[in-house]
């Protein structure tokens, strides 16, 4: 196995591989004020956003469709595991009736400029049942020839008829999860998977017009070597995604008991994880993607790219986007609205989702209203994620005076600079960039959490 002679870059590695956020939004859940936003408040911050953007910019839907036939170990996300496809159309028609009230909010038709379906594993859905629900879903909307519609995919569990179902309503955009195609590590998070499978699906969709495809890999699994990044690199050059998602492998097992499959001694050490990173990225760059945002490449060509360089990347709670709305709503179990002045979380159990829409209700379970010290500093989180600085009037240098103080370790480190107008990560400091953005989490200082809640950042 490969081990980083560097010691210098260990010392940061072990300094600074500590829990933070991801930050795909401000303040992040954890931190919300964990109240009940009653539905009357959130819909008022939902037809304000609406009605302030929705002809110029469009809205983004996120659906969470949790269904999976089979568990993943590795998996963190909201998810529930069942071969019975009985439950397909009950949970489709919950969150058709969930849109229905978002459309009595909105009084006009929604245009909307980004879709994205995501789970579990959306094609667990029968590719009639997916028609259905896109038929229902959009013929009341207003979607532009240039909307972003995507979709993740488990190649497993992934047919023509689906892809082409998902090309029809406008989909163009694949995301598929490849994570490592080494047996060993397959087995061990329960995920058997070839390449074969995963090629089949790339050919298939590209056959019927689909434009975009990404790669999801996963990086620091238990059981992972040098060896087994290079072989999955290897296979998803030969695949050519106009994108790669090469994730960090986030460790919560308090959060899911899945994970305890495997110890903590079956996960590559600290810096042995970041050397898998740093390999892993140099051969993606020498078969010709750049580095976008964190953890994510592309393409020279590709939309993700070009958003980066000119100053437009964007990100939410569905990652990185070269699309900006204001409000995105989410539907289905546990997923995520955000209005730029508030945020929802819908129930995470199906059953008590769909028990709050059949009763006529929103299914809401907590919710935060920012203010404007959080608006201010999710600006520039978000700044820092996107495009690795940020900068400001002096009105606003008392909000982030605290903040300037918590980066001069950093800065001491020269991983970032920083004057009272502007913070610039440098490039030693872009794998602590979530590290650099805690520096102004207002709400993770003022109150430390006691028990486990985020991933180590490294």
Known sequence: MFRSDNAASNCLLEKYDVPSPRYTSYPT??????????????????????????????????????????????????????????????????????????????????????????????????????????????????????????VEVHPNYTTVEQLQVLYEAGFRRLSVGVQDFDLRVQFVINRIQTFEQTKEVFDIARAIGYTSINADIIYGLPLQTT??????????????????????????????????????????????????????RNL????????????????????LYMAAQHGSLHRNFMGYTSHHTELLIGLGASSISDTGT???????????????????????????????????LRRHIKNLMCQFSTSWEADELPYLVDALVRLQPLAEDKLVDYSTQHIEVLPTGKPFVRNIAMCLDARLWDSQPTTPVFSRSV
Not at 68 to 91: A, D, F, S
Not at 284 to 303: C, I, M, N, R
Request: hydrophobic residues 35%; negative net charge.
């Open 342 to 376: 508030a945020f929802m979380q819908n129930q995470k159990e199906v059953e008590a989702y769909e028990e709050a829409v059949q009763r006529g209700k929103l299914p809401l379970m907590k919710g935060h209203e920012l203010t404007s010290e959080d608006i201010l």
């Open 29 to 150: 859940v954890p931190f919300w004020d964990n109240r009940e936003l009653e539905q009357e408040r959130w819909l008022q911050h939902v037809k304000q956003a609406f009605h302030k953007t929705n002809t110029s910019e469009g809205i983004s839907l996120y659906l969470h469709l949790p269904f999976c036939e089979q568990l993943c170990t590795y998996c963190g996300c909201n998810k529930r595991i069942t071969v019975n496809h009985k439950v397909e159309e009950p949970y489709l028609e919950a969150l058709l009736q969930e849109w229905q009230q978002y459309l009595a909010v909105f009084e006009e038709k929604p245009r909307i400029t980004e879709l994205h379906l995501g789970g579990g594993t959306p094609t667990f859905f029968s590719a009639a049942n997916l028609k259905y629900l896109l038929e229902k879903l959009l013929k009341d909307a207003e979607v532009p020839a240039n909307a972003q519609f995507s």
């Open 227 to 280: 060896d087994s990044i290079q072989h999955t690199i290897a296979c998803v050059k030969e695949l050519r995604p106009e994108r790669i998602a090469f994730y960090s492998y986030a460790h919560v097992p308090w959060k899911s008991k899945s994970q305890r499959r495997y110890s903590d001694a079956d996960l590559p050490a600290p810096f042995l994880k970041r050397a898998l990173y740093e390999f892993g």
């Open 284 to 303: 993606l760059q020498e078969a010709g993607y750049v580095e976008v945002g964190l953890d994510h490449f592309s393409l020279p060509e590709d939309e």
